[in-house]
């Protein structure tokens, strides 16, 4: 036989071990199944998606990612409702990958499922596709009890529209969880929402220093005169990090009411803070 025959008689066993009863011995198939380009191999991985054994369910669905055959969708969403955690939670990050549109409902109504892995990668699902549908969903998983579904909630809606949910937003600047806090922070800057100014100043106050941090660029991005007093407040916060932002901040902003307190930041007992104070001076041409 030429190596086109050994080929084929290499598939052809390999697709005849796709039914043994052996699971590992299915999964090496399917493995191997990935070096051939053959139509016979999409369609009989395609019926792998009925695998009773989750090990063979997500090989199978690992070599399907890479091929744009509606029929991987259409089985995802179909096992958005397996009584398995893990096919479920894998059914939602596939079709994240995937992108298609018509997952979305499907998606939506897992967003509550019991097992908190189905709702993380529900809610990083739900971003990737960026429908508007998801929104309301999203927003209402702000509430969640794990604080991950809240972090990738706020991600998912500012992948699809950061500027619908603010008032939810700034809800989560007082999340329990400073990850959340934060990143909320960073998203109201980031969309310069005017609207979320006082809760910002708010947020300087905050008991960890990442969620202050995260405030001052948000006050930064907003940018206006109404940002100086509570950076200049800033430059006074117990840590170095925080007053080192602050200080490159007012810089940025370049109003004279900053000038003396910058001054007062050269003294700083940090060498960044003193490092950042000299640099917004000289937009200000002190030196």
């Known amino acids: 036989m030429d190596e086109n025959q050994i080929s084929k008689q290499n598939m052809k066993e390999l697709l005849d071990e796709l039914d043994n009863t052996d699971w590992s011995i299915r999964v090496k198939?399917?493995?191997?199944?990935?070096?051939?380009?053959?139509?016979?191999?999409?369609?009989?991985?395609?019926?792998?998606?009925?695998?009773?054994?989750?090990?063979?369910?997500?090989?199978?669905?690992?070599?399907?990612?890479?091929?744009?055959?509606?029929?991987?969708?259409?089985?995802?969403?179909?096992?958005?409702?397996?009584?398995?955690?893990?096919?479920?939670?894998?059914?939602?990050?596939?079709?994240?990958?995937?992108?298609?549109?018509?997952?979305?409902?499907?998606?939506?109504?897992?967003?509550?499922?019991?097992?908190?892995e189905v709702r993380i990668n529900a809610a990083k699902a739900l971003g990737k596709i960026g429908d508007d549908k998801a929104i309301n969903a999203l927003i209402s998983s702000l509430d969640d009890k794990n604080s991950l579904v809240r972090k990738e909630a706020i991600t998912a809606l500012n992948l699809i529209s950061p500027e619908k949910p603010v008032d939810a937003l700034i809800k989560s600047l007082n999340d329990s969880d400073k990850?959340?806090?934060?990143?909320?922070?960073?998203?109201?800057?980031?969309?310069?929402?005017?609207?979320?100014?006082?809760?910002?100043?708010?947020?300087?106050?905050?008991?960890?220093?990442?969620?202050?941090?995260?405030?001052?660029?948000?006050?930064?991005?907003?940018?206006?005169?109404?940002?100086?007093?509570p950076l200049i407040k800033a430059l006074k916060d117990l840590h170095w990090e925080v007053r080192s932002d602050a200080a490159n901040a007012l810089g940025k902003?370049?109003?004279?009411?900053?000038?003396?307190?910058?001054?007062?930041?050269?003294?700083?007992?940090?060498?960044?803070?003193?490092?950042?104070?000299v640099k917004a001076l000289e937009k200000f041409n002190i030196f």
Not at 75 to 84: A, C, G, K
Not at 185 to 196: C, D, H, M, Y
Not at 253 to 265: F, I, K, P, Q, S
């Open 29 to 116: 198939a399917i493995l191997d199944l990935k070096n051939f380009n053959d139509p016979q191999i999409i369609d009989a991985l395609i019926g792998k998606l009925n695998d009773e054994n989750e090990n063979v369910w997500l090989s199978a669905a690992n070599v399907l990612k890479n091929y744009k055959d509606p029929r991987f969708a259409d089985s995802l969403i179909n096992t958005l409702s397996d009584n398995r955690d893990e096919v479920r939670w894998h059914s939602a990050y596939f079709l994240g990958e995937i992108g298609d549109k018509r997952a979305v409902e499907a998606i939506i109504e897992v967003i509550n499922d019991h097992c908190e």
């Open 179 to 229: 990850n959340v806090r934060s990143l909320a922070a960073i998203i109201l800057g980031k969309t310069r929402s005017v609207e979320a100014f006082d809760d910002l100043i708010g947020t300087l106050d905050d008991e960890d220093y990442i969620v202050r941090i995260s405030a001052v660029h948000a006050l930064d991005k907003i940018g206006g005169d109404q940002a100086v007093k």
């Open 253 to 277: 902003l370049g109003n004279d009411d900053a000038v003396v307190h910058l001054m007062e930041a050269l003294k700083d007992d940090n060498a960044f803070v003193r490092k950042s104070a």
